[in-house]
């Protein structure tokens, strides 16, 4: 701000003093002529300046950024001319431990009137909230970018990285550690992130053990910048380190590591402010990093445990093509009440049992009970010759275990012969599976049983069934036929229409066949919900099968 | 079938190419895998049999399949060959790709996608060429895409969609995955021949082939920032009209309402067969998801397209196309409160209205 003093009026009498209007301004006012003599000053000035009496130098008694001023103002000492205050223009500076605007104005008679105003509180307070400001942008942009992943290794790339690039010259997270092996990340100035696992006892970086085991952090004045150990530096930390901070992060209960920040020689040590707010930021960093932890063991422990609930990966045996497709109701799942199964023959010429079924119910509790069934199942093979043997003695087990729910399924028992391929097909309750010929005809296996689980007493019909190449038997669960939408949104995806795209099917593949199928079935639901949908086919193939040579064997291609 | 020579290996196979075309057409999948075997021995580069031999001949599988000269059988039959073959290709020795410690690269098809062989070949492309590829397939929902991502924190996701009508469902995909920090680089015939599609939906990359998206891969992709308030809105402030989320919540009744009301403008529906109306209730079904997403990304183009290629597709299937034009009218009637939708359809109708005896070429992707 420029101030026009030849636009001022008059302030005062020459040496007015104490007995003038100024003399009792609540705010120091130093008088001085223009060859830089003090003319007078007031009470609250002579506090200030206790030594500034009238006939001293201005230069002698007032710090120099004020005698520098009024020398320019008058022209005495020319202004440089790149840098600094104007004629006329306000000035600041330092007074002791406080700081102070002066603002001149001029007297009639030719003198510079000084007021100084202290604006030390504001100053104080401006700088605060602009820090304030800062650190919560900091903070905000922090957790966002925190918040955004629950991949551990992730978060801690992101820890290291707002940390090198706000609060330090580098950063290193080091997780907690097994043994001697520290696991590191660094962020050095360059922004580069790199992983590296060390064999070092983290005793020698003083506060470390501390941090890592959870304890109040160790003030980083404690900490002696020639003590950091070499493996805590990253690779493009140019010069000496010059202090260090060492903060815990904490988790939830168990510390989730530990954050190093260094800063060069070059750089200010860290403030206690500093400090305090790098704890604030370990803190959000430290949860983030705990849910992602606690996610990735979780994780880990819903595929440990859903892995035999998943559908398995079907494939060919001993010349006969299955394959399956499985899509659960809820987007989110991976598992219903759907199942399917093929056990394959031990060798040639035996048969292979394939079963699907449909446990009463949808996701992880309907699962659970498909889990048991398969299982049972699976203990039941050796009885597989006969169907109602079996599935008697898995109603038995269902109707004695705690479950309530029923199920249905459809088997069969498969083994190629001569090319052709025969099924003993027998439905417990379930849609009986549709076969596809060679010509595109559709037809239903002709078997039908009771559900199990529900009643004491259950029979079934087992139907014989001969696929030529190309043929498919199809088994699929209600989910596919009760499928709703359609372009007018309300129809049933219904069994005329699952024939009549059969028929458009023949000599197709067996996982063409499937995926055929659950592709209309999808489109057909379009954005609308659904129930569990299963498909197995079994396919007589065309050709030599191409699974037959399976990826390990060396060399040429053949049947 | 020439499509142009990329490596220097794809000059010699050519004759392969119609061999490989004839035996896929076939369904005879032992020909086929020892036509891709010798071509593997000829080249010695797996890359350039994926993409010079197996890529021309699925791309020429689709288009027959969209001009309607293969069968929905013959077009299943074959991409299930080619699959297998390359199942069997991957596991030779000479194909042996990806480092344990290569970057980690997901690829995935976008919710509703069934086409997964596009994706499938990038997937072996980035693994012949180091990368740790974990290949989710076809039809994949976001919320097992997410939480794949958050289990493996991969540097990068590839998205790959080739119908257009899937549009709305990848930019979800696009914003959570960016979401999670992780960024996505589109590819497929869904996102417009020039990616203009991809770029509308803020996807971070965008690639028109394997060889281009494993560059791009290569030179790698910046880490998205952090989300703002509304990212669908961010990216396409026209949404805020919501002319494509009312057409989208209401396509059944749309559908509905034409069908009835086309009875008396289209004289020959009335002795159309069951079968007939319930394919032009599909055919409309498909018309509105079209429009719908000619909004959802504000380009017209994407349903003038859309609408000449069914008009050639009816005429191919002995339907007459003459039926596209009342259709059309009766939707911007239902329409007539939504400028977008009413200016999109007029557009529509007048390049109908200047259509010329169709030209055998593939369309913009047919509604499967």
Redesign the interface.
Known sequence: MLVDISQQPSAGPRGAGAGATWGSAPCPVVVADPSGGVVGTNAAAAVLFPDATAGTWLRDVVPAWIADAHARLRGIVPAPRTAGPGPGTIVHGTVGDRTFEAHPTPTGDGDVMWWLLDDTDRRLAEDALRTERERAAFLA?AS??LL???????CME?TAELAAQHLADAAVIVAPPRGRKVRLTFCGPDGEVVHRTVQDDVRHLPGLAEALRGFPPVPSRWIDPAAVPAWAVPEGFTGPVGSAVVTPLPGHGVPAGALILLRSGRHTAFTESEEIFARLFASRAGAAMSA?RM??EQ?AITATLMRELLPPRLHAVHGVEFAGRY?PAG??E?VGGDFYDVHPAAEEGQETLVVLGDVCGKGLEAAVLTGKIRNTVQALLPLAEDHQRLLGLLNGALMNSHHTRFATLAMASVVRRAGVVRLRVTSAGHPAPLIVRADGTVEQARTRGTLIGAFWDVSSTTAQVELAPGETCLFFTDGITEARG?????EYFGLPRLESALA??????A???V??VQ?LA??WVGRGGHDDMATVAVTAP??????A????T?G??T? | MTPPAKSPGAVALGPARDLLWSAVRGGDEHRAATIVVDALETTADAETVLLDLIAPVQAKVGAEWAANRLTVAQEHTATAIHERVIAVLAHRPECRGGTPDGPRVTVACVDGEWHALPARLLAEVLRLRGWRVDFLGSHVPTPHLIAHLHQTGPRAVALSSSIPTHLPTAHMAVTACQAAGVPVIAGGAAFGPDGRYARALGADGWAPDARSAAAVLARGLDRPGPPGVDRGLDDLPHLADQEYTIVAATTHQLVKQTLADLEDRFEPLRGYTERQRRHTAEDLAHIVEYLATSLYVADEDLFTRFILWTADILTARGVPARGLDPALDLLALQLKDFPRACHTLARAREALGHRTPPPKTPGPGKPA
């Open positions: 942009g966002s970018a955004s992943s629950l991949n551990l290794e992730r992101v992602a996610y990735a994780a899509r987007m989110a991976r359609g372009p007018l949104g309300d458009r099917c023949a000599g197709m593949p996982e063409a066949v995926e055929h592709m999808a489109q065309h050709h030599a099968h191409l699974s040579v399976n990826g390990h060396r040429r291609y049947a």
